[in-house]
Nanobody, 124 residues
Framework: QVQLVESGGGLVQAGGSLRLSCAAS????????MGWFRRAPGKGREFVAA???????????EYADSVKGRFAISRDNAKNTVSLQMNSLKPEDTAVYYC??????????????WGQGTQVTVSS
């Protein structure tokens, strides 16, 4: 099982950028799909982005419509990390962001096991 620790959150003004990182333990990181979710105050957890595992062909990524064109997910298998570059941030991006792992992107989307998360606050 992969253990995940999120970092990189903070306070940023609208229009700014942040880069979140998720450090994963385990020798088989490269064989996991990875993803990011978020939970805004008073709302349920929502899918943000996911990236497939590196084996079996080219990587591909999926994004929520609300973040397409602004956020980019990437992975570094040598460092066992997955990152979320967030640009053009909006106040509605304010949330606790969580990392997730699974055998495929479908499994990531169905994830129900969560770590501490990292807080992102976007001021207007």
């Amino acid at each position: 099982q992969v253990q995940l620790v999120e970092s990189g959150g903070g306070l940023v003004q609208a229009g700014g950028s942040l880069r979140l990182s998720c450090a994963a333990s385990g020798r088989t990181f490269g064989s996991y799909a990875m993803g990011w979710f978020r939970r805004a105050p008073g709302k349920g957890r929502e899918f943000v982005a996911a990236i497939s595992w590196s084996g079996g062909g080219a990587e591909y990524a999926e994004y929520a419509d609300s973040v397409k064109g602004r956020f980019a997910i990437s992975r570094d298998n040598a460092k066992n990390t997955v990152s979320l570059q967030m640009n053009s941030l909006k106040p509605e991006d304010t949330a606790v962001y969580y990392c997730a792992a699974g055998p495929t992107v479908v499994h990531v989307r169905r994830n129900n096991s969560w770590g501490q998360g990292t807080q992102v606050t976007v001021s207007s």
